[in-house]
């Protein structure tokens, strides 16, 4: 029986890993923490297509058993070094490099590894790893991921015990019923985001006029909401009179980012150009005019519904767009470069970085992060421009401008 159903298994747990790491490398959208699940995959996928045919002393079994204790160990690197990755293609490549080691070592010292799996340090230390993994999926909110890792760690202490006979399959089985968790959950969210798109686009096209009147109602809502916020918890920076960093800054990110109805926003970080130089040059209280041009060219360029802050007590500033994407904000940072360009007197430029809520970020600190660098590399190109480092296609907007 177990030589007709383990066979029947493992290509099942191959066929899932090349679609699950398939899914996460080319569908979009997708959140980054689903992206780092998918890439795991490339694991076995690997394991069996390539070291298999290297180096035959090794069975499929083993090398599945192998494979699904390091996709614990890959998983919580990652997740570990998420802050790292400035973008999609940085993440891959970890992953591949991560991963190429491991197969090396496999190949090198297959049999040696799954004799290892046996010893009850080795197998303690794997299923630490497992479960502190486990604990950080659990702190995240990361539900259907906790499932799929603990259907892990329950298939491989079945599979480990080879002992059990009969039961062997159950082991394996259950990695399957983990795999194709997994697959599932990277298609769901995939055909959720694009459900969502699809039926909002069909919504404008067939009822214009209502969706114009109730996007007008939802903006007065939330301008109102905001100005609310504002008076509760904050006081305006004396110079410039926009927000300052702390607290109504960031609590109206952070109030954005635990909205039900926020669903995504963008955030601009900016400064000037040079300032050093300007305020050299020409003083201090021209300097301050030009912070207070900055914020009354914001507040003619901007929607009713945007934010201003300062961040700090320099020439660095935040501008908050409820319901942008980054393709979106880009343009209205371009828009409000331009301007600042064509209005002030002395004449200076800016530098602008972009970020957006959820993809870059599920924190402010994670937002703030993305958009300085987008900020730093605005000033490596050259300055006087607005960049995107983050994870979204800027070629590939699914959402209509507003």
């Not at 204790?69 to 570990?80: A, I, N, Q, R």
């Not at 399957?176 to 697959?183: E, I, S, T």
């Not at 201090?284 to 914020?295: A, E, N, P, S, W």
């Not at 993305?370 to 983050?390: F, Q, T």
Request: with cysteine; glycine share 6%; aromatic share 10%.
């Amino acid at each position: 029986m177990n030589e007709i159903l383990l066979p029947i298994l493992i290509q099942l747990l191959v066929i899932f890993s090349s679609l699950s790491f398939t899914g996460a490398l080319v569908l979009y959208p997708l959140s980054p923490a689903s992206k780092r699940l998918g890439y795991t995959f490339l694991v076995p996928l690997l394991m069996i297509g390539f070291v298999r045919l290297v180096n035959d002393s090794l069975s499929s079994e083993n090398l599945i058993l192998v494979a699904s204790y390091f996709m614990p160990v890959l998983l919580l690197l990652m997740t570990v070094l998420r802050h790292t990755f400035k973008n999609n293609i940085q993440m891959i490549n970890a992953t591949s490099v991560l991963t190429i080691g491991f197969m090396l070592v496999v190949y090198r010292f297959g049999s040696d590894l799954v004799d290892g799996l046996n010893s009850p340090v080795i197998l303690t230390l794997l299923i630490v790893v497992h479960i502190a993994l486990l604990v950080i999926l659990r702190q995240q909110k990361r539900t259907l991921d906790w499932i799929i890792f603990s259907l892990l760690l329950v298939g491989n202490l079945i599979m480990i015990y080879r002992n059990i006979g009969n039961l062997l399959p159950i082991g394996y089985g259950i990695n399957a019923v983990g795999y194709f968790v997994a697959l599932r959950s990277i298609f769901t969210e995939y055909q959720m985001l694009h459900t969502q798109t699809r039926e909002e686009h069909d919504e404008i096209r067939n009822d214009f006029k209502h969706a114009v009147e109730r996007e007008v109602r939802k903006r007065t809502r939330r301008m109102e909401w905001v100005q609310d916020q504002i008076k509760e918890k904050s006081k305006l920076d004396n110079l410039t009179g926009a927000l300052m960093k702390k607290p109504p800054l960031l609590d109206l990110m952070d109030t954005f980012i635990h909205s039900k109805d926020m669903r995504k926003f963008s955030i601009l970080m900016f400064d000037i150009d040079k300032f050093k130089t300007l305020n050299d040059t020409y003083g201090h209280i021209v300097g301050d005019k030009c912070l207070k041009q900055l914020v009354t060219i914001a507040y003619s360029t901007l929607r009713e519904d945007d934010s201003i802050g300062r961040y700090g007590g320099g020439d660095e500033f935040f501008i908050i767009l409820p319901d942008q994407t980054a393709s979106q904000a880009l343009k209205i940072a371009e828009r409000y470069r331009q301007n600042v360009m064509e209005q002030t007197d002395p004449g200076y430029t800016i530098s602008i970085g972009i970020a957006t809520y959820p993809w870059d970020g599920e924190t402010h600190k994670e937002l703030i992060k993305i958009a300085d660098d987008g900020l730093y590399k605005s000033k490596e190109l050259g300055r006087n421009r607005a960049s995107y480092v983050g994870y979204l296609k800027l070629d590939h907007d699914f959402d209509d401008e507003l």
